[in-house]
Antibody, heavy 118, light 107 residues
Framework: EVQLVESGGGLVQPGGSLRLSCAAS????????MSWVRQAPGKGLEWVAN????????YYVDSVKGRFTISRDNAKKSLYLQMNSLRAEDTAVYYC???????????WGQGTLVTVSS | DIQMTQSPSSVSASVGDRVTITCRAS??????LAWYQQKPGKAPKLLIY???SLQSGVPSRFGGSGSGTDFTLTISSLQPEDFATYYC?????????FGPGTKVDIK
């Protein structure tokens, strides 16, 4: 059974940093693209970033470019999102997702809440 | 960027009803479209990919159709567990984008 467990969320002040982690199990992690998708409270879904199986390709939504960095450790079966210069509009539940090569989000974690507020 | 729109934004329906949700892309995405179901407080779940392919384990009452810019998700006979919000997502190009969602609630 595919399991994705996000961690690292919490309350941070504007301009601060957080590092989200996603621990994967139940599938061959190194064979899949992985993604972060977020959802602001009461709002819809927004794709944030993707990373290829070997980390050689990364893509970001414009609103986080230069502030967020996606990475992975295939040996540890873990996905990460380093978030710097956080803004109030980054407040959301952040989901990690197993992503097909065709860029569909096949399996999702339960999410971790990031709140940016002073 | 490709903009995704959905209609209606909400629909009230009864158990057993046929429900149809429409998704429109701002440009041709051929069949690069997925549908997701999300229940309150839960993560989304992939229902349909490639516009019309049913994800493993998803009941056959869910169906997808369309190509180009216009797509449809149909629930042939609404069940109690189907009351949720449904999102479409284009996978044609980055940035990947979602529609705003359609909430299906109880009439």
């Amino acid at each position: 059974e595919v399991q994705l467990v996000e961690s690292g969320g919490g309350l941070v002040q504007p301009g601060g940093s957080l590092r989200l982690s996603c621990a994967a199990s139940g599938f061959t992690f190194s064979s899949y693209w992985m993604s972060w998708v977020r959802q602001a409270p009461g709002k819809g879904l927004e794709w944030v970033a993707n990373i290829k199986q070997d980390g050689s390709e990364k893509y970001y939504v414009d609103s986080v470019k230069g502030r967020f960095t996606i990475s992975r450790d295939n040996a540890k079966k873990s996905l990460y999102l380093q978030m710097n210069s956080l803004r109030a509009e980054d407040t959301a539940v952040y989901y990690c997702a197993v992503t097909t090569v065709t860029q569909y989000f096949q399996h999702w974690g339960q999410g971790t809440l990031v709140t940016v507020s002073s | 960027d490709i903009q995704m729109t959905q209609s209606p934004s909400s629909v009230s329906a009864s158990v057993g009803d046929r429900v149809t949700i429409t998704c429109r892309a701002s440009q041709d995405i051929t069949s690069w479209l997925a549908w997701y179901q999300q229940k309150p407080g839960k993560a989304p779940k992939l229902l349909i990919y490639a516009a019309s392919s049913l994800q493993s384990g998803v009941p056959s009452r869910f169906g997808g159709s369309g190509s180009g810019t216009d797509f449809t998700l149909t629930i042939s006979s609404l069940q109690p567990e189907d009351f949720a919000t449904y999102y479409c997502q284009q996978a044609n190009s980055f940035p990947l984008t979602f529609g705003p969602g359609t909430k299906v609630d109880i009439k």
